[in-house]
């Protein structure tokens, strides 16, 4: 069992890690104090709301890594086609190449869609309001970029879904290599 002196941010990572393996329906407390080798009244100190609380937290710290090591490529001043590999590469990297789940699955399904739909909503939203604004600024319409957008966040979220389903990371890493040109209409 892991040593008990684990920063909130480690035991984050490790209920993280358990909500990415059983779902946040499958996620127990006793299967999140294993994960974390913390009991059970020690989590409802650091989470007073159970689970609930773990999930958001889990899902702020998903926010934070994504704000510090994919979105800013969108945000350089380099050409779109580069910005949008860059950012492909840290969805890669934060997905393992498509060997860890989505995430947007796991929490819209049963009691996590009524917790957490709102906040995925408009963390979606915005990340596609981000790629349409790259897009946009290669001359495509604003209402062409938010559906290429939208469309490449559809194929990114799907083959996660597929990639799982099949075991077999392949549709994922194709997808992701392919990225830049569903945005950019290549």
Known sequence: MPAPTLSRDEVVQRILAEFRRSGYQG???????QATGLGKSSLYHYFPNGKADMAEAALEAVGIWLGEHVMPALAEDAPAEKRLKKFSAGLSEFYAKGAKPCLTDLFTIGEAGD???????????????ALAAVVAETGVGAEEAARRAEDAMISLHGALVV????????????????????????
Not at 27 to 33: E, F, P, R, V, Y
């Open 27 to 33: 996620a127990t407390l006793a299967s999140l104090s």
């Open 115 to 129: 917790l957490f739909q709102q906040y995925l909503k408009q963390r979606l939203s915005g990340l596609i309001k």
């Open 163 to 186: 990639s799982r389903a099949l075991g077999n990371t392949a549709p994922f890493v194709r997808t992701m290599r392919n990225f830049p040109g569903l945005l950019l209409g290549e």
